[in-house]
């Protein structure tokens, strides 16, 4: 019964490897390289996010406007980074449907557009999209989701597998044998499989649960989106905001879409910085009066446990060396899948070959 059980496991850890294989090297190397997203950003586009320091910023308003001037139609329009510093510019991203939105970037100073581009047509914006969606929209989208269980699938199956060669891999006993053609496929999977294992386990729950979210924006992707009217001043908002929760740092603006809904103005108050930048928020009227305040330090276990989801999966919550490790670590189910592609092929058909010799 138990040699039977480990048939099964056996079989399903083959087929899932081997179906996912090609999509999952391909993940591996997209998501190696969006661990270093920002710095890839900010090294081809340096004069799109710094300035040289003025004396007083242009009011929001105006800014915004001028993005508006710089775009066709109505796009729904945000500003999803306000300066940090005074020689950073301030970013803003239009938004025409889930699949097409324009980043711009401004001069705060000025108003000068700095820099413009769409989400697929600069080079991390392109990445991720594959990584997400195959550049293929819904579609896309449901393939990787499957790919997604099969890497979890083929994980959960190999830890049964290879569970007697946990404690001899993490103690260094299974060597590489590099020279042994019998060997060598077989022992680097394994050493891999084993020490990328919780990695691997976490990398395909948190992407199955981003995933989620990605098809289900792709159900009204060609849904066309728009701003609403809006003539105040945001800065007396953004004071407001600022005041409602003890220690909130604005980093970015949702106006409304609809004539009658509140701004969200997002930002942190002495949450982790785990949680990201825009884990608190501040739902404000046009009139100046908060309609709500969600400040995270005090959030539910739900809402921490679905905001730690991205930052777990990308890796952008610590310093260089943890996204290095991030990024070695973030290729290991490509090496899963060619290593077990050529053990199955080995299996297969040169040691059948051999046998008929």
């Known amino acids: 019964m138990k040699i039977q059980w480990s048939k099964q496991f056996f079989r399903v850890h083959r ?18 390289m969006l661990v270093f997203s920002d710095e890839i950003d900010h090294a081809l586009y340096a004069e799109a996010y710094h300035v040289t320091p003025g004396t007083t910023p242009k009011p929001l308003q105006e800014l915004m406007q001028n993005a508006h001037k710089s775009l066709s139609g109505n796009p729904y329009l945000l500003v999803i980074r306000l300066p940090q510093a005074p020689d950073e510019s301030i970013v803003m991203r239009a938004e025409y449907t889930a699949n097409h939105k324009v980043y711009i970037f401004l001069n705060p100073y000025t108003g000068k557009i ?16 594959l990584h997400f969606t195959l550049l293929n929209g819904k579609t896309g989208a449901i393939i990787i989701l499957i790919t997604g269980i099969g890497l979890f699938l083929s ?8 569970r007697n060669a946990v404690i001899k891999v993490l103690t260094f006993r299974v060597k590489l044998e590099w020279h042994n053609r019998t060997r060598r496929w077989r022992n680097l999977h394994r050493i891999v499989g084993v020490w990328a294992l919780l990695f691997n386990l976490l990398i395909s729950f948190t992407g199955f649960m981003i995933e989620l ?25 953004l004071i407001k905001a600022q005041a409602s929760i003890p220690g909130f740092k604005i980093m ?14 997002l930002g942190h108050a002495r949450e982790s910085a785990f949680f990201g930048e825009y884990a608190s928020s501040v739902f404000i009227n046009a009139d100046g009066t908060v309609k709500k305040t969600v400040n995270f330090s005090k959030a539910s276990f739900g809402d921490k446990f679905n905001a730690c989801i991205a930052p777990l999966h990308f890796g952008n919550y610590g310093g260089i ?26 299996r297969k058909y040169i040691i059948k070959i051999h046998n008929r010799i």
């Open 15 to 32: 087929i899932t490897g081997l179906i996912a294989g090609i999509l999952l090297l391909m993940l591996s190397i997209t998501g190696s």
């Open 114 to 129: 700095l820099q413009q581009y769409t989400n697929t047509d600069h080079f991390t914006g392109y990445v991720l999209y």
């Open 155 to 162: 994980v959960l199956t190999g830890l049964f597998i290879y």
């Open 213 to 237: 979210k990605v098809v289900d924006s792709q159900k009204n992707s060609k849904a066309v989106l728009t701003s609403a009217p809006f003539s105040g001043d945001y800065e007396p908002l």
């Open 252 to 265: 970015g603006v949702r106006p409304p879409k609809k004539a009658g809904d509140p701004i969200r103005i």
């Open 321 to 346: 060396l943890l996204k290095i490790i991030y990024s070695l670590l973030a290729l290991t189910p490509g090496v899963l899948s060619i290593s077990g592609f050529l053990i199955w092929y080995r």
